[in-house]
């Protein structure tokens, strides 16, 4: 019987170290020129978290699950896979993997990305779920322009922050992201469908919300670096027109303290019927939404030094 890894939250693996002081702590901290780029434009990239031994356990355990009779499959809150015969050319989008293999399970507690995450956030965080994305090569599937929060708004409130790490090194050829800056700042808009059209936002947009894809940013990253995006930040990626695949993880976090706001009937929460339920208005955590760190506990008296959202708005 293959196991729950999700109702276990110590570490299942050595694959990551965690820091036995502050100073090791601070040595993962982003600089408060990142933390500043990220509060105003809403998105930080080039952030290195994996090492290449990581990224390559990483990856293979990836390839397991793309295949749909992997043991675990049914810890899987979204599985979607086009099935193909071959895992190189599966375009494949997956939520839930932490329940399903170790190393997945693993990475919800990296260090680096939890110092992040607590400064990029300015709070300590749950975890809300994971994702895998596998684009094969030359495959013409986009992710269509988006906010996470349209997704998200049976939790509130908006406290929540995505972080986007590449198993394989990403460009505009093999269908990188790519962010629109400062587009956090344009309320939440209407929720399209996230395949077929790329542009199935534009009816919603005004006139200068327009002009401002002209200065969209592709987000190019080697193997094992992440990106940071804030919940409106506009994103979305184009096909893979390269011979080369594009795999990733990300891992979606909120405020301890954000609620559930879903209703008993799931009609104002479409698409997470298998999400672990958290009845309306009482704060999500338990089993499946860790606390994945505790500043308090972690860095102590170095919490005053430490530069946060919160701390360069005061
Ligand atoms: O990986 C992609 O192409 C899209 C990812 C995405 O939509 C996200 O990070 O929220």
Request: net charge negative; charged share 25%; aromatic share 10%.
């Amino acid at each position: 019987m293959p196991q729950d890894l999700g109702k276990n939250h110590g570490r299942l693996t050595e694959l990551f170290a965690q820091p036995a002081s502050l100073e090791e702590w601070m040595d993962h901290a982003l600089s408060e020129e990142q933390v500043r780029h990220f509060h105003e434009k809403g998105y930080l990239h080039g952030v290195p978290l994996l090492n290449d031994e990581q990224v390559s356990t990483l990856a293979e355990q990836l390839e397991e699950m793309v295949d749909p009779n992997h043991a675990g499959r049914e810890f899987f809150y979204e599985y979607h896979s086009n099935e193909s015969e071959n895992p190189d050319k599966v375009l494949f989008h997956a939520l839930g993997a932490w329940r399903v293999r170790p190393a997945f399970h693993d990475v919800l507690w990296n260090p680096a990305f939890l110092m992040a995450a607590y400064q990029l956030l300015g709070t300590d965080c749950r975890l809300f779920h994971d994702q895998l994305f596998s684009k094969p090569a030359k495959h013409g599937g986009v992710v269509a322009w988006h906010q996470d929060y349209s997704y998200w708004t049976w939790t509130t409130p908006m406290s929540h922050l995505t972080c986007w790490i590449g198993l394989d090194d990403v460009s505009t050829e093999n269908g990188c992201m790519y962010y629109v800056p400062k587009s956090q700042h344009w309320g939440l808009l209407e929720k399209k469908p996230i395949a077929g059209d790329m542009d199935a936002i534009s009816d919603s947009l005004e006139p200068g919300q327009v002009t401002d894809f002209n200065n969209k940013i592709p987000v190019e990253m080697n193997k094992g670096e992440a990106s940071f995006h804030h919940p409106l930040l506009m994103h979305g990626s184009y096909e893979n027109r390269s011979e080369r695949r594009r795999r990733a993880t990300l891992i979606n976090v909120f405020a301890d303290g954000v609620k559930s706001s879903r209703d008993d009937d799931g009609s104002n929460a479409p698409g997470a019927d298998n999400y672990p339920k958290v009845p309306k208005g009482q704060k999500m955590s338990g089993q499946y939404y860790p606390r994945l760190f505790d500043s308090v506990e972690e860095l102590g008296e170095g919490l005053s030094h430490i530069p946060t959202v919160k701390t360069l708005a005061q």
